[in-house]
C-alpha cells in the first residue's frame, strides 16, 4: 500500500483507526474454544464488525507465537482475510544484522503478504535497510515507545555531532538529543516518508511537538490510548500534520469489549466510536488548511 | 539449564562452541530438497556431527519464519532435536511492552522448549523482565553487536546520571558512557549472571576489557567470527573469566562447510578445529588461576 492509497483510505473514510489484534486465547469468548480454529474465527468475526471504522489492522506476532504451529497458521489465515484496502501490519519488533533482516523481510513480506513491519532500532541501519527495499511495503521504526521502560534508553540524552567540546573535553554547548530523537533523525536519512513510518507512544503526549518539528512528513503509529491510558484527543491535536500523518492503534478496549457472544458487535460499537471522534478532528484539521 | 550446568559441560568437554543454526533452504546441499523436511534433515545432520564439540546450538529464528509454517514446524522438531546436555538458543531479537513480552516468553520458554533467548533492550526494563521470571532459563541481551550498524546508536556516547552539569546546563565533568554501556549496567540490576548474558560481538575485540570491567562474572554470546571476521584467540584472550564466561557462536563456517553430501562430515570437522583451539584456551585460563 503506498501513502497516497493510505491517505485516500484516511479522507474517504474519516478514520485514522488501525485495531489491534493482540487475540489472546485466554481472552476470546468461551464459546469459540469448540471450533477448529478460535483466535482465526475471532479475528474474523471482530475484522467484519471492524472493517468500516478503520483504515489498518496490527496483528501483534507474539500472540500467535505463544500458540506455536496453530498460532502461526492462525495469523496466517487472518492476514489473508485482511481485505487489501486495509494497511496489514505486522507488530513483531524485528531487527537483526543485515543477512538475518532480509529472511525476516522475506518471511513478513513474501511468505506473509504483510505491508508493514514493526522494527527496532537497537542495532542501527544494516538491521533496517533490507525492509525499505521492498516496494510499496512500510518500516514502522520505534521511536518513543509507551511503556513504562522507554525512560530506560529511549529517553537518555546522547552526545551529537553538533556537540561542542573544548580541549580538556569538556562540553561548552550541548544539543541534549534524546536517544529517540537520534533514531528519528537518523532513520530519516534511511528511508522516507513513502516507506517509513515511527512507533510514538501516546503516553508521551509532551513530546509529540518535538517529534513533529523532527518528521514533519512521516506517519507515526500511536499506541497506547485506552488500556494504557493515553488520550486520543491530546495525541491528534498535537501530532496530526495536513496528511492526517498518525494511524492510533487500539486493541484491548475494542477486541475485548465484550467477553460474550456478542464481543464482535461491541468491538464494532467500540470502533465506532472512535471513528466519530476521528472524524471531528480530521474535519477541524481540512478546515484549517 | 542453569550456569553452573554450563560451565560443567564447558570444562568436561573443553569447548565454549555455539553452533548457529542459520539454515537457509538455498544453501543447503540439493540433495534434501526431495526429502519432505529438508531443514530439519539438515539440521538433524548437522547436530549429529558436531554434538560433541559445542555446549549449545543457536537457532535464528528468521530463516525459520521465512518458510512460514513448514519453517515453523522444523523449528520445532530442531529444538526437540538437541539433547538436554546443550543449552537450545532462540536466537529471536524479540522485546515489546510487558504483557507481549510475556507472550514471547511463553512461546519460547514454554510451546518450544529453549532455554535461553536473545532480546532487544530499546524498549527497556519492562521489555525484558517477563523472560527473567523464568527458573532456569535465560536471556541473552544484546550488547554491543558485531554488525556494522553498531555505531549508529550502540556506540553512541550518553550523559549518565553521574555527569555533572554547570547552572548553564554545560557539563563539567563526563562520564561519556556508550549506550551499550548503559545497557550492561542497568541491566545487570535486572538480572543476574544465572540468568542474564549478552550479546558482545567479536568484530569489536577492543572494547571487551572495558566490558569485562563492567561486567565481570556475566557470559556473553559471541557472534562473528569466520564470515563476519573477528578472530577466536583475541576475543578469547580479552573475554574469558574465571569460568570461561563465554559462548562463541560460528554459523556459516561450520554448517556450509561443504555444499556436498559430506556437509555434516565437514560441518564435523570445522567444529572439532574450533573445539581444539578453544581447549587450548581453556587450559592457559585454568592453569592461570
Redesign the interface.
Known amino acids: 500500500m503506498t501513502r497516497q492509497q493510505l491517505i485516500d483510505q484516511i479522507r474517504q473514510k474519516k478514520t485514522y483507526l488501525c485495531v489491534g489484534l493482540?487475540t489472546?486465547i485466554t481472552k476470546i469468548p468461551k464459546h469459540l474454544l469448540a471450533g477448529s480454529d478460535p483466535v482465526f474465527e475471532f479475528n474474523s468475526q471482530i475484522i467484519d464488525a471492524t472493517l468500516e471504522y478503520c483504515v489498518g489492522y496490527k496483528i501483534?506476532t507474539?500472540?500467535y507465537?505463544?500458540?506455536?504451529?496453530k498460532g502461526?497458521?492462525a495469523m496466517?489465515k487472518t492476514v489473508n482475510y485482511i481485505p487489501s484496502t486495509h494497511l496489514k501490519i505486522a507488530?513483531a519488533?524485528?531487527?537483526?544484522?543485515?543477512n538475518?533482516?532480509s529472511?525476516?523481510a522475506?518471511?513478513?513480506f513474501?511468505?506473509?503478504n504483510f505491508d508493514a513491519i514493526t522494527i527496532?532500532?537497537?542495532?542501527?541501519?544494516?538491521?533496517?535497510m533490507p525492509f525499505l527495499e521492498y516496494k510499496d511495503k512500510w518500516v514502522i521504526l520505534?521511536g518513543l515507545?509507551?511503556?513504562?521502560?522507554?525512560?530506560?534508553?529511549?529517553l537518555?540524552?546522547?552526545?551529537t555531532e553538533t556537540d561542542v567540546l573544548d580541549e580538556g573535553?569538556?562540553?561548552?554547548?550541548?544539543q541534549?538529543n534524546h536517544?529517540y530523537e537520534?533514531?528519528l533523525m537518523?532513520a530519516s536519512t534511511w528511508g522516507t516518508p513513502e516507506n517509513l513510518m515511527f512507533v510514538i507512544g501516546a503516553t508521551q503526549p509532551d513530546e509529540f511537538i518535538n517529534i513533529r518539528r523532527l518528521t514533519p512528513e512521516h506517519f507515526y503509529l500511536v499506541p497506547g490510548i485506552g488500556a494504557?491510558g493515553g488520550s486520543l484527543k491530546e495525541i491528534s491535536e498535537k501530532a496530526m500534520n495536513g496528511d492526517c500523518g498518525i494511524l492510533v492503534n487500539s486493541s484491548r478496549t475494542i477486541i475485548y469489549a465484550s467477553g460474550k457472544e456478542d464481543y464482535a458487535e461491541k468491538a464494532g460499537a467500540v470502533a465506532m466510536e472512535y471513528q466519530k471522534e476521528m472524524k471531528r478532528y480530521l474535519l477541524r484539521t481540512e478546515n484549517s488548511i
Open positions: 493482540d489472546d501483534n507474539a500472540f507465537e505463544a500458540l506455536g504451529l502461526w497458521e496466517q507488530d519488533k524485528r531487527g537483526d544484522i543485515g538475518t533482516s529472511q525476516y522475506k518471511a513478513f513474501e511468505t506473509l527496532a532500532p537497537y542495532m542501527g541501519s544494516d538491521s533496517v520505534l515507545t509507551s511503556n513504562p521502560g522507554a525512560a530506560d534508553f529511549e537518555k540524552k546522547i552526545l573535553m569538556h562540553i561548552v554547548k550541548h541534549t536517544l537520534e533514531v537518523k494504557q
